[in-house]
Nanobody
Framework: QLQVVESGGGLVQPGGSLRLSCAAS????????MNWARQAPGKGLEWVSG????????YYADSVKGRFTISRDNAKNTLYLQMNSLRPEDTALYYCAKDHQRDPIPYPSTWKTHRTDFHSWGQGTQVTVSA
């Protein structure tokens, strides 16, 4: 059974760092692009970052570019998101999502993310940035 499970969220002060992980199972992880998306309280889904199946291509939303780094370890079937210089506006439920194909798509900042953009989603891990 296909499954993606996020972990690593928590409460952090502004300017701090967190590393999210996503453990994948039930499919050939190395064949698919993977993504991180988030949903802040009272707002819609926002695509955050995507990475190609071999890790060679990465894309970021303008809102996180230069602060977040996506990576993957295909030997461990695990996706990561290193988040630095966190801001209160980064507070959200962060989701890991399996893509439909090998190559990620660089969604523009005007894109309205929908669940159907990706094949499978995890349950999410909460990140709260507050003093």
């Amino acid at each position: 059974q296909l499954q993606v499970v996020e972990s690593g969220g928590g409460l952090v002060q502004p300017g701090g760092s967190l590393r999210l992980s996503c453990a994948a199972s039930g499919f050939t992880f190395s064949n698919y692009a993977m993504n991180w998306a988030r949903q802040a309280p009272g707002k819609g889904l926002e695509w955050v970052s995507g990475i190609g199946s071999d890790g060679g291509t990465t894309y970021y939303a303008d809102s996180v570019k230069g602060r977040f780094t996506i990576s993957r370890d295909n030997a461990k079937n695990t996706l990561y998101l290193q988040m630095n210089s966190l801001r209160p506006e980064d507070t959200a439920l962060y989701y890991c999502a399996k893509d439909h194909q090998r190559d990620p798509i660089p969604y523009p900042s005007t894109w309205k993310t929908h669940r159907t953009d990706f094949h499978s989603w995890g349950q999410g891990t909460q990140v709260t940035v507050s003093a």
